[in-house]
């Protein structure tokens, strides 16, 4: 089953630092593009971060400077590494993965709670 597991999230405090992982199983393949959204309650889903299959990066504006993308293509991990953060980052992060064959699809992990203490 075509699927993305992401793991890294918890609680931290206001500056601290965590890592999102977001691991593609085998069968997902010809990745156009990898995201990472957040959701808050009775907000729509923010764009974060996103990673092309030729490398580039683009951050939403609210963390630019502080978030970081990145991926291990033998793993076929990407990463969200995340710095000096705020409580306005507190949110459900998910992982997405834009697939283009014959048709567009995308998938989406289950999501994981980040959550910035003050």
């Known amino acids: 089953q075509a699927q993305l597991v992401e793991s890294g999230g918890g609680l931290v405090q206001v500056g601290g630092s965590l890592r999102l992982y977001c691991t593609a199983s085998?069968?997902?393949?010809?990745?156009?593009?990898m995201r990472w959204y957040r959701q808050t309650p009775g907000k729509q889903r923010e764009l974060v971060a996103e990673?092309?299959?030729?490398?580039?990066?683009n951050y939403g504006p609210s963390v630019k400077g502080r978030f970081t993308m990145s991926r291990d293509g033998v793993k076929n991990t990407v990463y969200l590494q995340m710095n000096s953060l705020q409580p306005d980052d507190t949110a459900v992060y998910y992982c997405?993965?834009?697939?283009?064959?014959?048709?567009?699809?995308?998938?989406w992990g289950q999501g994981t709670q980040v959550t910035v203490s003050s």
């Open positions: 997405n993965a834009e697939v283009v064959t014959t048709s567009l699809q995308q998938y």
């Open positions: 085998d069968n997902i393949r010809s990745i156009n593009a």
């Open positions: 990673l092309s299959s030729g490398g580039s990066t």
